[in-house]
């Protein structure tokens, strides 16, 4: 109980100094409620407003992955290295550690397998259910001239009206068929649409061509999707490029997990992505760290 005795007013109220309060500097996100950015502030990295996900969700069409067989033993050594990790909903209760302290980044949609017309998805998850769980954010695929995509929008947009309530932030990952083409005309339609509709971030894929544009467009942070697995400087080159031209993040899967060395390659990304280190420079760590992870323990030198 607080001691009444020596109770004294307290003089320290600076009555001529504004009053402080910072604004939230994520693009787009600062007429957001407290909550909305709080969970934001978790997912991308306050000193850079940038953000490494992971991307380890693609069980929940595709089953078990190359690299995903095993997430107890090929991804959880990882998460001291991603800012944020986006997955299932069975996976964070199954297999990952809730004292990682990793902000999840929680899929919730889904439906059709590989085996079906993946623009099909349904609502998979409650907000109460990534509530419970603790999600900094919930990830809702739209297809962008899909067979479905009405449907897929209007999954995005009932999140996004849940989210409110929540204070939970919605990621629109911008899905792209086979059929379609990805160039910055399209990946600028998709995205736009998708920050329109209410999502506060948007992930979309990478494109050699005026991804400047893609980004610029797009009035809320975007985030570049990995895609399948490249030679591991490609992927650096890749993400730095998105970076220089905009991105706020990456949200890869592939190109780490699939890596010959997964934890090298985060922590490469995570260089690019937070202290834009050139591709080349990147990759070099990545190859010296990935060296010293082969030598036996006792031959190691500090890293
Ligand atoms: C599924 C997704 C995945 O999270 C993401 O695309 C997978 O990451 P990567 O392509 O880098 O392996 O959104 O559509």
Same mark, same amino acid.
């Given at each position: 109980?607080?001691?009444?005795?020596?109770?004294?007013?307290?003089?320290?109220?600076?009555?001529?100094?504004?009053?402080?309060?910072?604004?939230? !500097?994520?693009?787009?996100?600062?007429?957001?409620?407290?909550?909305?950015?709080?969970?934001?502030?978790?997912?991308?990295?306050?000193?850079?407003?940038?953000?490494?996900?992971?991307?380890?969700?693609?069980?929940?069409?595709?089953?078990?992955?190359?690299?995903?067989?095993?997430?107890?033993?090929?991804?959880?050594?990882?998460?001291?290295?991603?800012?944020?990790?986006?997955?299932? %909903?069975?996976?964070?209760?199954?297999?990952?550690?809730? +004292?990682?302290?990793?902000?999840?980044?929680?899929?919730?949609?889904?439906?059709?397998?590989?085996?079906?017309?993946?623009?099909?998805?349904?609502?998979?998850?409650?907000?109460?259910?990534? !509530?419970?769980?603790?999600?900094?954010?919930?990830?809702?695929?739209? /297809?962008?001239?899909?067979?479905?995509?009405?449907?897929?929008?209007?999954?995005?947009? +009932?999140?996004?009206?849940?989210?409110?309530?929540?204070?939970?932030?919605?990621? +629109?990952?911008?899905?792209?068929?086979?059929?379609?083409?990805?160039?910055?005309?399209?990946?600028?339609?998709?995205?736009?649409?998708?920050?329109?509709?209410?999502?506060?971030?948007?992930?979309?894929?990478?494109?050699?061509?005026? /991804?400047?544009?893609?980004?610029?467009?797009?009035?809320?942070?975007?985030?570049?999707?990995?895609?399948?697995?490249?030679?591991?400087?490609?992927?650096?080159?890749?993400?730095?490029?998105?970076?220089?031209?905009?991105?706020?993040?990456?949200?890869?899967? %592939?190109?780490?997990?699939?890596?010959?060395?997964?934890?090298?390659?985060?922590?490469?990304?995570?260089?690019?992505?937070?202290?834009?280190?050139?591709?080349?420079?990147?990759?070099?760590?990545?190859?010296? %760290?990935?060296?010293?992870?082969?030598?036996?323990?006792?031959?190691?030198?500090?890293?």
């Amino acid at each position: 109980m607080a001691d009444n005795d020596n109770r004294t007013e307290g003089d320290r109220f600076w009555p001529s100094e504004p009053p402080r309060s910072e604004p939230y !500097a994520l693009k787009g996100s600062s007429g957001l409620d407290w909550g909305m950015q709080s969970r934001l502030a978790r997912v991308f990295r306050p000193s850079t407003s940038r953000t490494v996900m992971l991307a380890i969700d693609h069980g929940y069409f595709q089953g078990p992955t190359t690299g995903l067989e095993r997430v107890d033993l090929s991804i959880v050594p990882l998460l001291g290295y991603a800012d944020a990790l986006m997955t299932t %909903r069975g996976m964070v209760r199954s297999t990952i550690p809730p +004292a990682s302290g990793t902000p999840i980044v929680l899929r919730a949609s889904g439906g059709p397998s590989i085996l079906r017309e993946l623009s099909d998805e349904q609502i998979a998850v409650s907000m109460e259910d990534a !509530a419970r769980i603790n999600a900094a954010a919930v990830a809702v695929q739209v /297809f962008i001239g899909g067979q479905f995509e009405t449907q897929s929008v209007r999954n995005m947009t +009932a999140l996004v009206d849940q989210s409110q309530r929540y204070g939970i932030p919605v990621l +629109a990952v911008t899905a792209v068929g086979k059929e379609l083409t990805r160039d910055a005309r399209y990946l600028r339609l998709a995205t736009r649409i998708c920050a329109e509709l209410g999502a506060h971030v948007v992930k979309t894929y990478y494109c050699a061509e005026d /991804f400047d544009t893609v980004a610029a467009a797009c009035p809320v942070p975007l985030v570049m999707a990995g895609g399948k697995k490249l030679p591991e400087l490609e992927a650096l080159t890749m993400a730095y490029r998105a970076m220089e031209e905009g991105a706020a993040g990456v949200d890869m899967g %592939r190109n780490i997990f699939q890596s010959d060395d997964p934890v090298a390659m985060i922590r490469a990304v995570s260089a690019v992505v937070h202290d834009s280190l050139k591709p080349l420079a990147a990759y070099d760590q990545f190859l010296r %760290r990935a060296a010293l992870s082969t030598q036996p323990a006792d031959q190691r030198h500090a890293d």
